[in-house]
């Protein structure tokens, strides 16, 4: 598939409805169930043949993140924003539902907060910064899944 046909297959993809495990990984997700998300959405990427499957990479490793966040391993959280970065950065801003553009600012201020405390303060990190995954889908509101 060439690089124009994978974009014309990605831009198809993101008009999809949301698939069921990508539902329950993003729902996992806004309830800070970060390890969960992990397994709930690696499942999701591997099931998935087509070039969508970088937003559920993507996803998962911003959750992986902030993890890592939780357990104080500085390294690993940065290691997975730069990651998610990657795959994120090539999505339409709104991907089967979710908030791309939303979720790409949240997680940079996350990861310019924690490289500005440093790995020697990072139990300092508000997590008021783990955002809850916008969707714009009234009959999927995964915000209600986690109060922010």
Not at 11 to 33: C, D, I, M, T, Y
Not at 41 to 69: C, D, F, K, S
């Amino acid at each position: 598939m060439t690089e124009n046909e994978q974009q014309a297959e990605l831009l198809r993809q993101s008009r999809l409805h949301p698939p069921e495990l990508l539902v329950k990984g993003l729902q996992e997700f806004n309830a800070r169930a970060f390890f969960e998300q992990h397994e709930t959405l690696e499942t999701a990427w591997r099931n998935e043949p087509g070039p969508i499957r970088q937003m559920y990479q993507g996803i998962l490793q911003i959750g992986v993140a902030y993890y890592h966040i939780q357990r104080g391993n500085y390294t690993g959280a940065m290691k997975m924003f730069e990651r998610a970065a990657r795959y994120l950065d090539v999505l339409p801003e709104i991907c089967q539902t979710v908030n791309i553009a939303r979720l790409r600012l949240d997680a940079a201020a996350a990861r310019a907060e924690l490289a500005q405390l440093g790995p020697e303060r990072i139990a300092l990190f508000n997590t008021v910064l783990f955002r809850a995954i916008q969707t714009m889908n009234e009959t999927t509101d995964l915000r209600s899944h986690h109060a922010i």
